[in-house]
C-alpha cells in the first residue's frame, strides 16, 4: 500500500513536472538561436523580415521618353505587371542612397504639383516598392502629397541582408536625402509607417524627440514625426 501510495506521489510529482517543464520549446528556441550566432538582433531579423524574391523590379538604363535623356530606372520583370502598372512606375524617380552601414538601398521619388508636404513611407513586410507602387501613386493623387517610398536593406533592389540596425540605418538615409537633397522643409515631412515598416519609423522618431540625434536629419523627423502602424 505504501510502495503503492510512493508510486502515486511520483507519478503525481511527473505530472507537476510535466505541467511545468519547457525544455523542449526552449530546446526549439536554443536552435535557433544558434543557428543565428546566438544573435538576438540575427534571430529576430531572421523571424521578421520576408523580402520578395525575387524582387518585382530590376533596374535598367532607359528613357522616359524619345525627348528625354538616358538615365537609371526600375522595371518590372512580370511582363503582365508591366503591362500594367509599368507607365505608372516609371512615373517615380529612382535614386541610390548610401546608409551609414555601407548598404546602397533604392529609394523612389514622385511629385505632386500641389503638394505642401512629403510623405515618407515605410512599407510593410513582404513587399517591395514596386509593389507598394499603385498604392503610393494613389496617395499621391488622393492626399495632394509628394512620396517617398523605400526598400530597407535587402528588399528589392537594395544591397546586403535584411538585418533590424540596418533598417534604422535607412530610413536615416532616406531623411538625410529629403532634407540636404531636396531641400524639404523637416517640418512637412510626414512619416507613414506599415506593418514592419511601423519598427523603423518609431525608432526614429523617438531617437530625435529623445534628443539623442542631431544635424539636420535629426530635425528633420521631428517635424515629420508621424510614425502610424498599419496592420
Not at 528625354?68 to 529612382?94: C, H, S
Not at 534604422?168 to 523637416?186: F, S
Request: glycine residues 18%; charged residues 15%.
Amino acid at each position: 500500500g505504501g510502495g503503492d501510495g510512493g508510486g502515486g506521489g511520483a507519478g503525481g510529482g511527473a505530472g507537476a513536472m510535466s505541467r511545468d517543464c519547457h525544455c523542449v520549446p526552449s530546446t526549439i528556441i536554443g536552435c535557433f538561436f544558434c543557428a543565428q550566432g546566438c544573435s538576438s538582433n540575427k534571430l529576430g531579423s531572421k523571424l521578421a523580415f520576408f523580402p520578395p524574391a525575387p524582387a518585382s523590379y530590376g533596374i535598367v538604363h532607359a528613357r522616359r521618353n524619345e525627348d528625354a535623356p538616358a538615365r537609371q530606372m526600375a522595371r518590372y520583370t512580370n511582363p503582365a505587371m508591366d503591362d500594367e502598372w509599368g507607365d505608372v512606375l516609371a512615373l517615380f524617380e529612382l535614386v541610390m542612397l548610401p546608409t551609414a552601414r555601407g548598404q546602397h538601398m533604392c529609394a523612389f521619388y514622385i511629385a505632386h504639383p500641389e503638394a505642401k508636404v512629403t510623405l515618407l513611407v515605410s512599407h510593410g513586410n513582404a513587399l517591395d516598392v514596386g509593389l507598394l507602387v499603385p498604392f503610393a501613386r494613389h496617395l499621391s493623387t488622393e492626399l495632394k502629397v509628394n512620396i517617398m517610398a523605400y526598400d530597407y536593406t535587402g528588399y528589392g533592389c537594395s544591397s546586403g541582408e535584411p538585418n533590424i540596425q540596418d533598417t534604422y540605418a535607412d530610413i536615416e538615409a532616406v531623411v538625410d536625402y529629403l532634407v540636404q537633397q531636396r531641400g524639404k522643409d523637416p517640418a512637412r515631412i510626414i512619416l507613414y509607417g506599415q506593418s514592419v515598416g511601423s519598427g523603423p519609423t518609431c525608432h526614429y522618431v523617438s531617437q530625435v524627440s529623445g534628443g539623442s540625434r542631431g544635424g539636420t536629419s535629426g530635425g528633420s523627423s521631428g517635424g515629420g514625426g508621424g510614425g502610424s502602424s498599419g496592420g
